[in-house]
C-alpha cells in the first residue's frame, strides 16, 4: 500500500553536510508521522530522528544540534538535514512512515525504506 522512497546518501568528509529525502507513496492511508533510523554494521537500528504530521519532533541525543528533520505532509516527504557530521553517524539510514490504514480495517502500521548509506569519513 505504502512505499518508502530514501535519496541523498552519500560520502562525506567529518564536519560536512548531507541532506537526506525521504518521500511515501501510497493510497488508503493517512500519514501519522515519519522518521529516520540508522543502522551500523553489528549495531542495533536507532532512532535518529522523528516528526509528525503537528510538527513535533524527536531526536537522538547524539544528534541534537547537528541534525534537523522537517517534512511536508501533503507531499509525504521527509528531509534530514545533517551537519558538522561525525564518522560516528556513518551508517545506513532508514526512513520509516506511520500511517493509519483505513481498509480493510483501521489500524497503525509502518513502513520502511531501502535504506540509504551514508559514510562520513576523511
Known amino acids: 500500500q505504502v512505499q518508502v522512497v530514501e535519496s541523498g546518501g552519500g560520502l562525506v568528509q567529518p564536519g560536512g553536510s548531507l541532506r537526506l529525502s525521504c518521500a511515501a507513496s501510497?493510497?488508503?492511508?493517512?500519514?501519522?508521522?515519519m522518521g529516520w533510523y540508522r543502522q551500523a554494521p553489528g549495531k542495533q537500528r536507532e532512532l535518529v530522528a522523528a516528526i509528525t504530521t503537528g510538527g513535533k519532533t524527536n531526536y537522538a541525543d547524539s544528534v541534537k544540534g547537528r541534525f534537523t528533520i522537517s517534512g511536508d505532509n501533503a507531499k509525504k516527504t521527509v528531509n534530514l538535514e545533517m551537519n558538522n557530521l561525525k564518522p560516528e553517524d556513518t551508517s545506513v539510514y532508514y526512513c520509516?512512515?506511520?500511517?493509519?490504514?483505513?481498509?480493510?480495517?483501521?489500524?497503525?502500521?509502518?513502513?520502511w525504506g531501502q535504506g540509504t548509506q551514508v559514510t562520513v569519513s576523511s
Open positions: 520509516k512512515v506511520w500511517v493509519i490504514i483505513h481498509a480493510p480495517e483501521r489500524y497503525e502500521y509502518d513502513y
Open positions: 501510497g493510497s488508503g492511508v493517512s500519514l501519522v508521522a
